[in-house]
């Protein structure tokens, strides 16, 4: 391979940039020009390619190989065969034909969540999923990991949930108009590294920057006063009691006649069915700024006088996901979006409610206003589905009825698991019940590049290539570059592109046609692009040709600026009704309440949360651990890159925790620490910080999960990943969504001597008899 050094352009998740290569792997990484804040995540990309943690070739599972398909509670500790390409392909076109014969295409999990990489034809999940159609469909899941209680609920409240991220009020806007920026969950600039798809420009910082430099005013409501870079006002409830301060807040603005009786009019309805539960008539209990206090630990005079603040100036009510990422997360967006109603200024330039400023660099930046290249998923008639984060409950549960909007519905009987670019073993909850649910099925398939948690429980592990090894586009709907991904290096060893592999099964299924269209993956991308150039040109809007494209590099489209969330449908609520059954904002809706759960009723209300410190369960997990993104790598990637190792105490994952609490348990900065509670316990190198509740931990999710003893699924991670001590429940009956955010814990310093990382080795791998 010598030492080619050349710059090739690439997109990430994380931003765009040009590779400089040798050997074989990326060197160095230089980020692209018009990026004013690039993203140190950037920083893991050299050296992955050919990290030893790559999956060099095929390989299957020796239980499954010499047993055959059935139930093993072995995944994650055997070892594995290596087999050839074509060995592989026929054991997996195999396993797909007898478990669709014989249990029909219902037992194909194929929801296979996950990130996976930028790019729009090589997007794993896209792959995955329109080769299953085409072999008859599967069980598919809906929902995210990020927005899984937003999206059911927000679409009964405003009647869509991805508008309120992809046409949210501009940061232009807020820079020049807000005068008081209120962050639930600040704005937390590292996670606006990341955006789907990729991101060309990172412009929160400066954003923020500009708002405080026209004497804008923040304040930032957060267990850690990280959330929030630059100056602000720290306001620092107790995790979990987001609502009961917004409900404190609202009361104040009832109680001193401060609302927007004519908005809510207007605009909303429902509001006095809720004003009737926050005045205490309904259950007992007003929701006063000095309840509110007592619930979050806040001083009754700070709720009640950002109250009145809140109602003098032009203020922005935001919410991160993170709020919604919990028991009962749907209340915290619909409480924030009905504070801002009762303020009264949604609609107005600055004004109003913004969900996910500081989630993603997505919200705030200017959106394309017309679809973008995709790759056509085709059909599934399967119409089996899960809300996402129900994974281990369905394996584990076949036949088990369970609650989901509305719908009663029943989990089906899973055979076999499909993945491609995602890890499980990163973003579920409780991975001690996830290996038990992961024991189940009779085959589990694994596509990845790294020898992930994931892929060591597979049976069949397909080694996939990394976007750096391939062509493709690259594009996503709030940023407006459509980009040339330029291969920076060879393919590594004998990895192959998920197209190819899925090509090859499909021939020997018979659905080559199908799933091909008689294109390579080259030719996919021409036509990927003339059609989507095609449907520009019927707008008469200019494209270059694909190959000028293509040597360019990039192609600048245009973007809707300066934008206001909701705009249109305060200008004209009746020509530009929300998609709700009133036609407005839901403060009740109906059709929740009508859902009867004991969870999730018809207005916001606050929920005692178990998981929080002033409840019993914390007598005996006293600290509240947030298990909150990565600061130095996107979710489980690259986490043996530079940056994210740069980061780990002893090779363990940082936890951050507020010094009186290590004083009292002889912790020292530094110091190897071991966090537990019943469900599990993991190792995490001690960081202390005093820009926490003392009483807050904080462990980002992301340090692969690494057992001590791989063959017991209750072993003790040795790396520091969250999720073996989170729980596995869902928000409420109404969204089932992802609680992974919060769970209590206590921790002691760690004495005995310290088990070696061996997260990213790869599992034994013994070379099979078989050959090409
Ligand atoms: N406790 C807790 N847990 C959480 C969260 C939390 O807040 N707290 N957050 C949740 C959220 S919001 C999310 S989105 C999830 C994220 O969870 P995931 O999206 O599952 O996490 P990633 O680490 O991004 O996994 C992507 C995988 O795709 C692989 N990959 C990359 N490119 C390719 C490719 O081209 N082909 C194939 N086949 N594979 C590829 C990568 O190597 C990696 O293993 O985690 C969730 N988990
Ligand atoms: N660098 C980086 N950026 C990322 C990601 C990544 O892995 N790495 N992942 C991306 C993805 S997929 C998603 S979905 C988004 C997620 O975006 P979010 O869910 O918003 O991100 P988190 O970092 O989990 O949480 C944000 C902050 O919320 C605060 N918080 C937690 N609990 C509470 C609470 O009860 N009350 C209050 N007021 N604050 C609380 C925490 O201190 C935390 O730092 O991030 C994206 N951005
Ligand atoms: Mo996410």
């Known amino acids: 391979m010598g030492s080619d050094v050349r710059a090739a352009q690439h997109m990430a998740h994380w931003g765009m940039f040009r590779a400089s290569v040798s050997g074989g792997d990326v060197t160095e990484v230089h980020p692209d020009a018009g990026d004013e804040n690039p993203s140190q995540v950037l920083g893991n990309v050299p050296g992955s390619v050919r990290h030893r943690s790559r999956i060099a070739g095929p390989a299957v599972r020796r239980g499954w190989l010499e047993n055959g398909p059935g139930p093993s509670d072995r995944r994650g500790s055997d070892e594995f065969v290596a087999v050839s390409w074509d060995e592989l392909t026929s054991l997996l076109a195999t396993e797909l034909r007898r478990v669709v014969d014989r249990y029909g295409n219902e037992a194909i999990y194929g ?49 869509a949930h991805w508008k309120l991220f992809s046409r949210s009020t501009s940061w232009d806007v807020i820079a020049e108009n807000t005068d008081l920026l209120v962050a639930f969950g600040g704005v937390p600039v590292k996670n606006t590294s990341i955006n789907h798809g990729g991101t060309s420009n990172h412009p929160t910082e400066g954003a923020l920057a500009a708002l405080r430099a026209r004497g804008g005013r923040i304040v930032t409501i957060s267990p850690l006063r990280d959330d929030m870079t630059g100056e602000a006002t720290w306001i620092a409830p107790i995790p979990g009691s987001d ?17 927007d009786t004519a908005f809510l ?19 007992g209990t007003p929701k006063t700024a000095a309840w509110a206090a007592q619930m979050s630990g806040l001083a009754e005079d700070t709720i009640a006088e950002l109250a009145r603040e809140m109602a003098s100036r032009r203020t922005l009510v935001t919410v991160t996901w993170s709020l919604q990422r919990v028991k009962s997360g749907e209340q915290a967006p619909w409480m924030g979006l009905t504070l801002a109603s009762m303020l009264g200024q949604i609609g107005i330039p600055g004004g109003g409610f913004g969900h996910g400023y500081g989630s993603m660099n997505e919200p705030g930046l200017a959106p394309v206003p017309y679809p973008l290249p995709t790759l056509p998923q085709g059909h599934n008639p399967v119409t089996t ?17 369970f609650d989901y909007n509305g719908d009663r519905m029943v989990y089906p009987d899973i055979r076999l698991v499909h993945w491609a670019g995602g890890n499980p073993f990163h973003h579920h909850q409780d991975l001690g019940r996830l290996r038990r649910a992961f024991a189940r099925p009779d085959t589990v398939v694994v596509h990845d590049p790294y020898w992930t948690p994931m892929a060591k429980h597979a049976d069949i592990v397909v080694p996939s290539t990394t976007s750096l090894e391939r062509s493709d586009i690259s594009c996503t709907r709030n940023d407006p570059l459509l980009v040339a991904m330029h291969p920076a290096v060879p ?16 021939e020997k299924l018979g659905i080559a046609q199908e799933f091909t269209e008689g294109r390579t993956s080259d030719e996919w991308l021409r036509h990927l692009y003339r059609q989507w150039q095609g449907f520009l040109e019927s707008s008469s809007v200019a494209t270059p040709a694909f190959d000028d494209f293509w040597h360019d590099g990039s192609f600048r489209m245009a973007t809707e600026d300066g934008l206001t969330l909701l705009e249109d449908y305060r200008r004209d609520p009746v020509a530009a009704p929300l998609r709700t059954p009133s036609g407005r904002i839901e403060i009740f809706s109906d059709v929740v309440d009508g ?17 929080w410190l002033r409840g019993a369960r914390a007598e005996t997990f006293p600290l509240h651990l947030i298990a909150n993104q990565p600061r130095t790598r996107l979710h489980s990637q690259l986490d043996h890159g530079a940056t994210s190792q740069a980061s780990k105490i002893q090779g363990r994952e940082p936890i951050r925790l507020h010094p009186t609490a290590a004083t009292a348990r002889g912790i020292a900065d530094g110091d190897v620490v071991r966090v537990f509670n019943d469900r599990g316990s993991c190792l995490a190198g001690a960081v202390l910080d005093d820009g926490m509740l003392d009483r807050v931990v904080q462990l980002s999710t992301g340090a692969w999960y690494d057992p001590e003893d791989p063959s017991d699924v209750g072993s003790m991670c040795k790396h520091g990943n969250p999720n073996v001590l989170t729980a596995d429940v869902g928000a409420s009956s109404l969204s089932q969504g992802c609680t992974g955010q919060h769970v209590l814990v206590q921790i002691e310093r760690y004495d005995g001597e310290l088990p070696p990382i061996t997260a990213f080795d790869p599992p034994t791998l013994v070379t099979g008899t078989r050959s090409e």
């Open 111 to 159: 929801g296979s969540y996950g990130w996976a990489s930028a790019g729009r034809f090589h997007h794993a999940q896209s792959q995955v999923h329109r080769f299953l159609n085409c072999l008859g469909g599967y069980t598919r899941s809906v929902n995210s990991y990020s927005t899984g209680a937003t999206s059911v609920v927000m679409p009964h409240v405003v009647g």
């Open 243 to 259: 609502v009961a301060v917004m409900l404190g807040l609202a009361h104040v603005l009832v109680t001193e006649n401060l609302h």
């Open 265 to 283: 009019d207007k605009y909303c309805t429902g509001y006095d069915t809720f004003e009737r539960y926050l005045l205490g008539h309904t259950d």
């Open 385 to 401: 589905f899960i809300p996402v984060a129900a994974i281990s409950d369905m394996l584990l549960n076949p036949g088990a009825e």
């Open 491 to 506: 393919r590594f060893a004998n990895s192959r592109d998920d197209y190819d592999t899925f090509a090859a099964v499909a």
């Open 595 to 611: 859902y009867g759960y004991d969870d999730c009723a018809g207005h916001p209300t606050w929920y005692e949360p178990e998981e």
